[in-house]
């Protein structure tokens, strides 16, 4: 160390209490502090030190250990970085036998066992923290999550030993709130208690007093208020996530960066339900994301997406019923939606049985069947004939031309946004910036959901009389739909993986 206060006091190692604070005093009255304002703090220092029995003891092991201390200390901190909990403890360990009454020591231990998944020995080494420094409330927080943790680890059965563990960590959580109630952390980590014990409401009002918790909304709210929407999204309180969005961007600046920034997280968001087949409640946050930033492709073809997608499920029980369809025609739509969805795993094998088995039923049925039933599903559930359109079109088109049935040309479904496709019943507050006078029509258009980067248009081949024998076209019919579902397969494949990585805490 720089100093040394045995010699500042002048006393020997061994020195009593008494010895020390005698010392103490001389110097005092022989340099007083308005005499030399710097030496008599540093006197103070020492004394202080000195004469506290625990900071004697640390000061002690430090002159004697320093250096080695400081190796270890280095050492720790590298392993923790590098997530080699195993190695860091060790150091720890190392480190509190040179300085047994280092509590930053003891607390990074204790960290590096919570871990290791060691839920006891982290909570013995919390308790033992709380016992010698119950008034810091960092070592209050992690004592309760070594609760919480082991809570989450546990089978999720949200059993009674559960909810003890959740009951335990929300004790200590109070303490460290007692001690230091500005802190966000002990909020944070309470409102998680609820959400695992599926009591959102709670989880709502305990998120929102972290958010306010220092008394004011800034840059290091979002992370809590991007939980609040996902908890509002599963009580499907759309008018309610606006209002987070607005207190969202009021944590920011009002400039295009910041908006943008905010668009993507909540573009994260709907990712995350993309995933989890919940594409209405993806489709509330790529709105919102929109209004926003209504020029950012990823974030309008993800719109476009995830609105045909809800459209699509939203058709899925009605279809299921409805005679008007054949069984055939309904099991490829189905079979379709699955793989677009990501619930059927990718494989040409299977999509061409599919379309195998759906050619084969349509050699059993006349002409004028094969035509009617598609063009039923058009005009009924346009979000699921959007999904294999290109497919279908062919279908349209060669069983048309071969029997001479004039097939109608492909029209904007009524009650779609003219320019985005998106069903009107979402509202036109999607940002699209167009009225129906700007946009071309529905059938010189082709618009394909993206991700990371928008997926090209993929055209439909207009079949010209005579261009193509009958066989050459049956051909391209039974393969036509596979280039659109790979495209948009293999984008919300990637839209999975991403959402798995952002959200896999939460």
């Not at 303490?175 to 952390?185: E, T």
């Not at 050459?472 to 579902?485: D, E, F, K, M, P």
């Amino acid at each position: 160390m720089g100093s040394d206060y045995y010699q500042i006091l002048g006393v020997a190692s061994t020195a009593t209490r008494d010895e020390v604070r005698r010392a103490y005093a001389k110097l005092v009255r022989e340099s007083p502090p308005e005499r030399d304002a710097e030496k008599f703090a540093l006197i103070r220092k020492a004394y202080e030190t000195l004469s506290d029995e625990a900071a004697r003891r640390d000061y002690d092991a430090l002159q004697a250990h320093g250096e080695r201390v400081s190796e270890l200390v280095a050492r720790a901190h590298a392993s923790m970085a590098a997530e080699s909990w195993g190695d860091a403890e060790r150091a720890w360990k190392e480190i509190l036998v040179l300085w047994p009454g280092s509590h930053a020591a003891s607390n990074s231990l204790g960290l590096c066992q919570l871990e290791l998944k060691r839920w006891a020995d982290a909570r013995r080494t919390f308790k033992s923290l709380t016992e010698v420094a119950p008034d810091v409330a960092e070592y209050w927080i992690n004592y309760g999550l070594g609760y919480a943790r082991e809570s989450v680890a546990g089978d999720g059965t949200g059993g009674i030993e559960d909810d003890q563990l959740l009951i335990k960590a929300r004790n200590r959580f109070k303490v460290a709130i007692g001690l230091d109630p500005r802190n966000a952390m002990p909020y944070l980590h309470t409102a998680r208690t609820y959400v695992r014990q599926g009591e959102l409401e709670n989880a709502l009002a305990w998120f929102d007093k972290a958010v306010s918790a220092d008394g004011g909304l800034d840059a290091a709210d979002l992370d809590t208020l991007d939980l609040r929407c996902a908890i509002l999204a599963r009580l499907g309180r759309r008018d309610a996530i606006a209002v987070e969005v607005r207190r969202m961007r009021s944590c920011l600046p009002d400039e295009p960066e910041a908006r943008k920034y905010i668009a993507s997280r909540l573009v994260r968001l709907g990712l995350r339900w993309s995933e989890a087949r919940r594409f209405d409640l993806a489709h509330w946050f790529a709105l919102e994301a929109s209004l926003l930033d209504p020029a950012e492709e990823t974030t309008c073809d993800f719109r476009v997406f995830s609105g045909r997608m809800a459209a699509a499920f939203r058709d899925v029980d009605r279809l299921r019923g409805d005679p008007a369809v054949s069984g055939p025609l309904t099991t490829r739509a189905l079979y379709v939606l699955g793989r677009v969805s990501g619930s059927i795993p990718d494989a040409d094998a299977d999509d061409r049985a599919s379309v195998r088995a759906y050619t084969t039923a349509l050699d059993r049925a006349s002409s004028a069947a094969i035509i009617e039933d598609i063009l039923g599903l058009r005009r009924r559930y346009p979000a699921l004939y959007d999904l294999d359109d290109e497919l279908l079109g062919h279908v349209l088109d060669f069983v048309g031309r071969r029997s001479g049935i004039p097939v109608p040309k492909v029209a904007r479904d009524p009650g779609r946004c003219p320019r985005c496709s998106v069903f009107e019943d979402w509202g036109h507050a999607h940002g699209c910036g167009k009225s129906s006078r700007d946009a071309a029509p529905r059938s010189s258009r082709r618009e394909v959901g993206g991700g990371a980067t928008a997926s090209p248009p993929v055209p439909t081949p207009v079949a010209r009389p005579g261009a193509a024998s009958p066989r050459v076209t049956a051909a391209r019919r039974r393969g036509g739909g596979t280039g659109c579902l790979v495209l948009i397969a293999a984008w919300i494949g990637a839209a999975a993986a991403l959402a798995l990585v952002t959200f896999a805490g939460y």
